[in-house]
T-cell receptor, first 113, second 115 residues
Framework: KNQVEQSPQSLIILEGKNCTLQ??????????LRWYKQDTGRGPVSLTI?????NTKSNGRYTATLDADTKQSSLHITASQLSDSASYIC????????????FGGGTRLMVKP | ETGVTQTPRHLVMGMTNKKSLKCEQH?????MYWYKQSAKKPLELMFV???????ENNSVPSRFSPECPNSSHLFLHLHTLQPEDSALYLC??????????????FGSGTQLSVL
């Protein structure tokens, strides 16, 4: 069964600090992995997409990594800001009939001043 | 804004009521989706429409009835709901269904409470 597990479930950090969110998946065959950010009261918004051949990709203060061998991805946030407070959702797309999406349960991040 | 607009933002209804959720996308996409987001659970895909034709129905109870009159509009008709149906209902759109590089554009959702 395709699964996406995210950790931690929730995280509190101080403004200016760094943090790393984890995503482990069992989706096979694998097509790509996307990180979404969901602000409170909003729908998810795509941050970055990782394909099989990509190990690292940055989008401003966000850096995503992918290890396709161990089926793990991480999202590193540098110099956190209050506006980073949100839920971060890992979504994996399979490379099979229908190319279905499997969603993780998300990590809720709170950045405190 | 993401280009996907959902109304209403909040809805409280009794179990005997009938209501409808509305979604409109201004992105020229040809696929639209309904997702259910419950607390501490992953997003659950409910329905997928491609070119106004329903292509997926994930064993959703019949008390949820989708309608897609054109590629820009999507409705979710609700009747005789249960308290466990209380959740955030998200509409999304994309260019193509299940494209490898496809990204979903979500609306802000309708927070539904069933009393």
């Amino acid at each position: 069964k395709n699964q996406v597990e995210q950790s931690p479930q929730s995280l509190i950090i101080l403004e200016g600090k760094n943090c790393t969110l984890q995503c482990n998946y069992t989706v096979s065959p694998f097509s790509n992995l996307r990180w979404y950010k969901q602000d409170t009261g909003r729908g998810p918004v795509s941050l970055t997409i990782m394909t099989f051949s990509e190990n690292t990709k940055s989008n401003g203060r966000y850096t995503a990594t992918l290890d396709a061998d161990t089926k793990q991805s991480s999202l590193h946030i540098t110099a956190s800001q209050l506006s980073d407070s949100a839920s971060y959702i890992c979504v994996v797309r399979g490379n099979n009939a229908g190319n279905m999406l499997t969603f993780g349960g998300g990590t809720r991040l709170m950045v405190k001043p | 804004e993401t280009g996907v607009t959902q109304t209403p933002r909040h809805l409280v209804m009794g179990m005997t009521n009938k209501k409808s959720l509305k979604c409109e996308q201004h992105l020229g996409h040809n696929a639209m989706y309904w997702y259910k987001q419950s607390a501490k659970k992953p997003l659950e895909l409910m329905f997928v429409y491609s070119l106004e034709e329903r292509v997926e129905n994930n064993s959703v109870p019949s008390r949820f009835s989708p309608e897609c009159p054109n590629s820009s509009h999507l409705f979710l008709h609700l009747h005789t709901l249960q308290p466990e149906d209380s959740a955030l209902y998200l509409c999304a759109s994309s260019q193509g269904v299940n494209r490898h590089d496809g990204v979903l554009f979500f609306g802000s959702g309708t927070q539904l409470s069933v009393l």
